[in-house]
C-alpha cells in the first residue's frame, strides 16, 4: 500500500524532496528552521499551519541540534494529521452517506469509489442522483451505477433532488440495503440555495431513518491547493460534514494541501482519491502518508 501511495504521490513527493537537503545542509538548527518553514509555505502547507508545525518543533524539540530536526518534523506531521479521528465507520446498521462539494472536484467519481469498496467489503449499495440539476450529472453516476452492477436511483431533469433522496431511501429500507450513497449538486453560485438544498436533502433522510446520514463527506480537489480551505469555509456553512474525501492527489504537487486542510478545518481527511478508476481510493491513514511524503 505504501509502495502504492508514494507512487501516486510522485509530484507531491518532489514537492517535499527540498525538505531531504534541508536537514543535510549543515547549516545552524534555526537557520534550518526558517528554510523549513519556507520549503513548507511553497509547498502547499499555507502559512497559518506552518507556523504552528515550526513553533511547536522548536518548543519540543528544545535545544537539540539540527540531528533530530527530521523526526521532530515527521511527528509534528503524524500527530497534526491523525488529530482528528479519521475513522470511517457509517454502520453497523443500515446507513446514509451524503457527498456534497463542488462541480468538478470529484463527487460522483468519488461516491462509485465508495461504492466499490463498501461491496467488496460485503455491503448491499445503492445510489442515489440527487444531482439533478445537468442530465449529464446523473447520466455519469448511471454509467458507473451499470458498470459496478449497483443500482442507481435517478428523477427527472430539475426534479427536486430532495424527492429523488426521499425516494432512494423508501428503495433502500424497503429492499433492505446495508448502505445508501447519495450524489449531490455542487454549483458554488448559488450558494444560498445550494445550501438550502442540501439542508433539505438531509432532513428527508434523518426523518426516514433516525440518525441518519452517518456521515457527509465533503469532496475536495487537492490539486487547487490552497483554495480548496476557501471553498470547504463555503461549505462549512451546511451543517453535519463528518470528513473529507480528499480527490486528486494523484496528479498533483500540491498534496501538502493535505496538511492545511486537516489543521485549519479541523475536519478529518477520510479518503483520498488518487486516480479516475473506481478502484483509484485509498483510506486516509496519517503514519502512511506522511512516510509517502518523506521517505
Ligand atoms: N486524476 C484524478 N481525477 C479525478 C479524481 N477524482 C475525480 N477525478 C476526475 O475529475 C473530474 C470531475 O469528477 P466528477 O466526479 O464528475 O466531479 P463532480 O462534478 O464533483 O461530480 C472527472 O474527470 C474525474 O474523472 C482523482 O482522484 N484523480
Ligand atoms: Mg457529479
Same mark, same amino acid.
Given at each position: 500500500?505504501?509502495?502504492?501511495?508514494?507512487?501516486?504521490?510522485?509530484?507531491?513527493?518532489?514537492?517535499? @524532496?527540498? /525538505?531531504? +537537503?534541508?536537514?543535510?545542509? +549543515?547549516?545552524?538548527?534555526?537557520?534550518?528552521?526558517?528554510? /523549513?518553514? &519556507?520549503?513548507?509555505?511553497?509547498?502547499?502547507?499555507?502559512?497559518?499551519?506552518?507556523?504552528?508545525?515550526?513553533?511547536?518543533?522548536?518548543?519540543?524539540?528544545?535545544?537539540? +541540534?539540527?540531528?533530530?530536526?527530521?523526526?521532530?518534523?515527521?511527528?509534528?506531521?503524524?500527530?497534526?494529521?491523525?488529530?482528528?479521528?479519521?475513522?470511517?465507520?457509517?454502520?453497523?446498521?443500515?446507513?446514509?452517506?451524503?457527498?456534497?462539494?463542488?462541480?468538478?472536484?470529484?463527487?460522483?467519481?468519488?461516491?462509485?469509489?465508495?461504492?466499490?469498496?463498501?461491496?467488496? %467489503?460485503?455491503?448491499? =449499495?445503492?445510489?442515489?442522483?440527487?444531482?439533478?440539476?445537468?442530465?449529464?450529472?446523473?447520466?455519469?453516476?448511471?454509467?458507473?451505477?451499470?458498470?459496478? %452492477?449497483?443500482?442507481?436511483?435517478?428523477?427527472?431533469?430539475?426534479?427536486?433532488?430532495?424527492?429523488?433522496?426521499?425516494?432512494?431511501?423508501?428503495? #433502500?429500507?424497503?429492499?433492505? #440495503?446495508?448502505?445508501? $450513497? =447519495?450524489?449531490?449538486?455542487?454549483?458554488?453560485?448559488?450558494?444560498?440555495?445550494?445550501?438550502?438544498? $442540501?439542508?433539505? *436533502?438531509?432532513?428527508?433522510?434523518?426523518?426516514? !431513518?433516525? +440518525?441518519?446520514?452517518?456521515?457527509?463527506?465533503?469532496?475536495?480537489?487537492?490539486?487547487?491547493?490552497?483554495?480548496?480551505?476557501?471553498?470547504?469555509? &463555503? #461549505?462549512?456553512?451546511?451543517?453535519?460534514?463528518?470528513? *473529507?474525501?480528499?480527490?486528486?492527489?494523484?496528479?498533483?504537487?500540491?498534496?501538502?494541501? =493535505?496538511?492545511?486542510? =486537516?489543521?485549519?478545518?479541523?475536519?478529518?481527511? @477520510?479518503? !483520498?482519491?488518487?486516480? &479516475?478508476?473506481?478502484?483509484?481510493?485509498?483510506?486516509? &491513514?496519517?503514519?502512511?502518508?506522511?512516510?509517502? /511524503?518523506?521517505?
Amino acid at each position: 500500500m505504501l509502495g502504492n501511495l508514494k507512487e501516486k504521490l510522485a509530484k507531491t513527493r518532489q514537492a517535499f @524532496k527540498k /525538505l531531504e +537537503g534541508l536537514f543535510q545542509s +549543515g547549516k545552524r538548527r534555526d537557520e534550518i528552521l526558517e528554510d /523549513l518553514a &519556507e520549503a513548507l509555505i511553497l509547498a502547499d502547507v499555507g502559512v497559518p499551519t506552518t507556523d504552528k508545525i515550526i513553533e511547536s518543533i522548536r518548543r519540543k524539540n528544545g535545544k537539540g +541540534g539540527a540531528e533530530g530536526l527530521k523526526d521532530a518534523l515527521k511527528d509534528e506531521l503524524v500527530s497534526l494529521l491523525s488529530r482528528q479521528s479519521p475513522s470511517f465507520a457509517p454502520g453497523p446498521g443500515p446507513a446514509v452517506v451524503m457527498m456534497v462539494g463542488v462541480n468538478g472536484g470529484g463527487k460522483t467519481t468519488s461516491t462509485a469509489k465508495l461504492a466499490r469498496k463498501a461491496r467488496a %467489503d460485503g455491503k448491499k =449499495v445503492i445510489l442515489a442522483a440527487a444531482d439533478t440539476f445537468r442530465a449529464a450529472a446523473r447520466e455519469q453516476l448511471v454509467i458507473w451505477g451499470e458498470r459496478l %452492477d449497483i443500482p442507481v436511483i435517478t428523477g427527472q431533469d430539475g426534479a427536486d433532488p430532495a424527492s429523488v433522496a426521499f425516494d432512494a431511501v423508501r428503495s #433502500f429500507k424497503a429492499r433492505k #440495503f446495508d448502505l445508501l $450513497l =447519495v450524489d449531490t449538486a455542487g454549483r458554488i453560485h448559488t450558494n444560498a440555495n445550494l445550501m438550502s438544498e $442540501l439542508e433539505k *436533502i438531509k432532513r428527508i433522510i434523518a426523518r426516514e !431513518i433516525p +440518525g441518519a446520514p452517518q456521515e457527509i463527506l465533503l469532496v475536495l480537489d487537492a490539486s487547487i491547493g490552497q483554495n480548496a480551505i476557501f471553498q470547504a469555509r &463555503e #461549505f462549512l456553512k451546511f451543517s453535519g460534514i463528518t470528513g *473529507i474525501f480528499l480527490t486528486k492527489l494523484d496528479g498533483t504537487a500540491r498534496g501538502g494541501t =493535505v496538511i492545511g486542510i =486537516v489543521d485549519e478545518l479541523s475536519l478529518p481527511i @477520510k479518503f !483520498i482519491g488518487v486516480g &479516475e478508476s473506481d478502484e483509484d481510493i485509498l483510506e486516509f &491513514e496519517a503514519g502512511g502518508f506522511v512516510d509517502a /511524503l518523506l521517505s
